[in-house]
């Protein structure tokens, strides 16, 4: 790990693995910089890392054909950047951008992978934490399609 900062203060994934896992998971971090605006990547393309934001924002959107992309999702300090490295073909499920200047971690998922082989218990928390993400992800993304291309409401509201 390059940064001082600690993860265990940092809201999300890291604080959520016990103190060994967050250890040797830190041990593969290395800290990146991204300008506001700047793509990290593109939906469809390989999806061989992940980070963990530690400041700034990330807007996750998808391609809608005709239409351009639409955000999905916004996301912020301690939340996890990147899941489909974990799940084959290994390509991004969704695009994502910079709101704003951003500070991650980033984690090569190869190098994760290797890891959580020799440490299954590491593995299995990982795992469970990241499936926990791409189900929020999910509803995020269904909640927003249907705003976009959902019937109107029609009447009172409940």
């Known amino acids: 790990m390059t940064s001082g900062a600690d993860p ?3 809201p999300g994934l890291l604080a959520a693995l016990p103190p060994e896992h967050r250890e040797r998971l830190m041990s593969l971090a290395h800290e990146v910089r991204y300008a506001g605006g700047a793509r990290v990547f593109e939906e469809g ?7 963990v934001i530690r400041t700034g924002t990330v807007a996750l959107d998808i391609h809608i054909p005709g239409r351009g992309p639409a955000v ?5 300090a301690g939340a996890l950047l990147g ?3 974990l799940c084959p ?13 951003v500070t991650a971690w980033e984690f090569d998922a190869a190098a994760v992978g290797e890891l959580c082989a020799a440490h299954p ?15 929020h992800r999910l509803r995020a993304t269904r909640t927003r399609l249907l705003d ?11």
Do not use: K, N
Request: zero cysteines.
């Open 83 to 85: 899941w489909s490295w």
């Open 121 to 135: 218990d590491l593995g299995l928390a990982l795992v469970t934490l990241v499936a926990g993400t791409i189900g």
């Open 8 to 10: 265990a203060s940092s």
């Open 45 to 51: 393309g390989a999806a061989d890392r992940f980070w």
């Open 72 to 76: 999905v999702e916004t996301i912020g």
């Open 148 to 158: 976009l291309y959902g019937p109107p409401r029609t009447g009172p509201g409940p």
């Open 89 to 101: 073909p290994r390509q991004w499920h969704l695009g994502a951008g910079t709101r704003s200047p």
